[in-house]
């Protein structure tokens, strides 16, 4: 499939969605393609009169028009996957049944040691949908997340650690949050075992707690289990979501993500209702999307399935570096 814009021809594969990337417009760094981007980045998808169902298209009337699908927006505010804008590593949206609640970076001093994601059954999320965005709202969260089966923590390396000291750091956060020494000590063997097996906690690791509502935690390192320590489950929970927790990009995003949930999807069954009559109006979009803040969401394809016409390397610094930073001045100056 091809596309034409900015006197520039794109193919695509016949998979390929045009109206789910903005990744199109990225590629020519002209006023008028940027304009285009900066609308689509900002959600501001007007409608198209083809009767195609997937029609995509830049209206050369009006260059700062981004056209789209009919029933679709290209900018995901609330759900889906999520990027942690301080590393740029993904988390998907779902880990088996479990839904993802929030991501962040967990830093020692200047280094972003590793993003953490958080993911439990959407039951608990039901207690803070209707709470206002503040630190209360992660009090009910952790009372609700008691009742969970299973409440899983993703941490994915950004940074290289060596076995020893991954385990200690990691001990040494939940030991004041827990009476049961023998346990923590357990923790730390399950931790030092499962990443000494490749050497040291490398960048793309992913070190996986399960907190099951037993009270035991099961610790896999790359997909492989290692083994579980008893009655750490609520204290493990705690490292990341108490008024401590070791990283607060983490906690901020739990409340974004979590918190609002209710009075936004009223808002948004009433913006359905009368969308025929506001969907090419600007203020209404605008006044619609910007109660929370933007998110770069996950390609609903690989980075190498534009080869050989748009480079691995070059979708992925338009969609890591570029998109992100352009997510990053909209949600700074708004």
């Known amino acids: 499939r091809n596309f034409t814009g900015s006197n520039i021809t794109y193919a695509y594969p016949a998979n390929v969605k045009l109206s789910d990337t903005i990744t199109m417009m990225a590629a020519k760094r002209t006023r008028r393609a940027a304009a285009s981007l900066s609308m689509a980045l900002i959600g501001l998808s007007c409608f ?17 028009r981004f056209l789209g699908t009919n029933n679709r927006k290209f900018w995901s505010l609330r759900g889906g996957s999520l990027i942690d804008t301080a590393t740029k590593i993904d988390f998907d949206d779902n880990l088996g049944s479990l839904a993802l609640y929030g991501v962040g970076v967990r830093k020692k001093g200047p280094i972003k040691v590793y993003s953490v994601g958080m993911y439990s059954d959407e039951s608990a999320k039901s207690s803070t949908a209707s709470l206002p965005k503040n630190k209360s709202a992660l009090t009910t969260l952790r009372k609700s997340l008691k009742s969970s089966k299973t409440t899983s923590f993703l ?30 000590e357990s923790l730390k063997k399950l931790i030092m075992n499962g990443v000494s097996a490749k050497g040291a906690a490398t960048p793309g690791t992913i070190l996986q707690f399960d907190c099951l509502s037993d009270g035991s935690v099961k610790v896999s390192v790359d997909g492989k289990a290692v083994g579980s320590a008893s009655g750490l489950s609520e204290p493990f929970c705690d490292v990341f979501l108490d008024d401590n927790g070791v990283s607060p990009a983490f906690r901020e995003s739990v409340v974004e993500n979590c918190c609002g949930v209710a009075s936004t999807s009223s808002s948004s069954a009433t913006s359905t209702a009368t969308h025929s009559s506001s969907s090419h109006n600007p203020i209404h979009i605008i006044g619609s999307l910007f109660y929370h803040k933007l998110k770069l969401p996950k390609l609903p394809y690989k980075y190498n399935a534009l080869q050989p016409i748009i480079s691995e390397k070059t979708l992925r610094a338009h969609h890591l570096k570029h998109n992100a930073k352009y997510i990053e001045t909209v949600n700074q100056i708004v």
């Open 155 to 184: 941490l994915k390396m950004n940074f290289k650690v060596g076995a020893e000291k991954m385990a200690d750091a990691i001990a040494e956060s939940v030991d004041p949050r827990t009476s049961d020494k023998g346990a923590v």
């Open 48 to 64: 198209s009169s083809s009767s195609s169902p997937h029609a995509a298209m830049v209206d050369a009337a009006d260059p700062k």
